[in-house]
DNA sequence: GTCGGCATGTAAGCGGTTACATGATTGG
DNA sequence: CCAATCATGTAACCGCTTACATGCCGAC
């Protein structure tokens, strides 16, 4: 249940509406968290209830309100003391992998799935760069509001951490680009000749440390010798 | 759904058990897909029923039963036609990232943070490696036993696609691995001078290509003079 | 005036986890 | 004899998605 903490995040840099923490979950990116709103309503309301967050009203018009949420110090409490725990990892669950291993029976459409996962992270990347290009030029309004709040020493440190996070993230969708490309020379470099027995492209990537390379290429030579 | 499909990718390499099947995913790696058994017993039934698979019983006493699953034909083309498809991406959440940008009020666990990323991953790239391993050596039997089923050429492809999944399950363990420690090596560099003004350890990775650099380091000087 | 963005909610259903439950076989 | 592994199931619960539902406000 991270929803609960992703909120209490948000929050800590400042108060918000419902809406607001919808349309940052939900087109997702700056974030590592996603959530629909019919999601975010019901969970607001039980953090109010158990005291972590506080609740403002003010009138739109006569049957009509909106909610400004605010963080408490028992929500902030509740959130460092979340954090700073060490994580732990959920089972993986990968369909982009799953297909691609049993794909082995359809070739036509793997360039297409190729394709489509480079493009997917290629438009990833472009939204994580420009939200810490913005972040970088200072002009990120709630990592702003975030560091207002703090001394310079705990400013620097929130800085990294947005940095690493974000760096981060945009070296895997980095990864899964090359991933791709490779992919796509490999497919290439065979589809001319698909009765090929030459095993050519080279697969893994050349600086991919301790990777076990294998004689001629991807493929042992012996492959289909198998029972 | 693609709990389904797991199944009917796992049965195109021969028949097994649900308890077969609970064992690879459970334990999951090697594999890219997760399920408990809980999960997995009434999946075969529904898949049973809708003709995919089918079931063969083996008197194991008076009162228990074993069940052999075997893929039919229909479930071969489900199958082939859903792993066809381009794949779509959930939205991202990412438990790790959301308590690493909310530990800056608990820098004390950062450390542990870090360490607890790299192990998880320097795990699962030890067991990852162990099986394209078993793979390359022609000793792995549920990809042999699904070779042994075509000819030469769709073989190369199927040895291909694994390759390139394990490979790139790979790189990524070796990403999350070199950021970790990139990460603990910025905190070796300033736990004994918490006060540091000074921003040193590089933060980007001086692989990454297209990765804007900032100036001095990961943090750009004129952070903490935001608003 | 209607269309898109702001704003808030509820309900059904699905996929996954945790826990409960039972029994056979094999090896120390 | 007891523990571990093999083997199969059910039930309660939780988090998330999809769909249903309503109403304000400003701009074209």
Redesign the pocket.
């Known amino acids: ?3 609960r903490y992703a909120i209490l995040g948000y929050l800590s840099t400042g108060p918000g ?4 923490l ?2 940052q979950f939900d087109t997702g990116l700056g974030w590592f968290w ?6 975010i ?2 969970e ?1 309301k039980r953090l109010t209830e158990d005291g972590l967050i506080t609740r403002d009203t003010t009138m ?2 006569e ?5 400004i949420y605010s963080i408490a110090p028992e929500g902030l409490a509740v959130l460092r003391d979340w954090a700073s725990k060490p994580p732990t990892y ?2 993986n ?1 990968d369909t982009e992998r799953l297909q691609l291993i049993f794909s082995d029976d359809s070739p036509e459409s793997l360039r297409k799935h190729l394709e489509t996962h480079r493009d997917h992270f290629r438009r990833r990347r472009e939204k994580l760069q420009a939200t810490i290009d913005t972040i970088r030029a200072g002009e990120h309004e709630r990592v702003n509001s975030r560091l207002a709040r703090r001394g310079p020493e705990e400013a620097a440190l929130t800085l990294q951490l947005r940095e690493m996070a974000y760096v981060g993230d945009i070296e895997r969708a980095d990864l899964e680009i090359a991933w791709a490309e490779r992919g796509l020379a490999w497919l290439d470099s065979h589809e001319h000749k698909p009765k090929g027995r030459q095993q050519g492209a080279a697969l893994a990537a050349p600086q991919a440390a301790g990777v076990q390379q294998v004689g001629e290429g991807g493929v042992p030579a012996d492959a289909s010798a198998a029972p």
Chains 1, 2 share one sequence.
């Open positions: 249940m991270s929803l509406t419902g809406y607001d919808a349309r996603s959530a629909r709103h019919s999601q309503y019901p607001l739109v018009s049957n009509m309100d909106k909610y959920a089972p669950r």
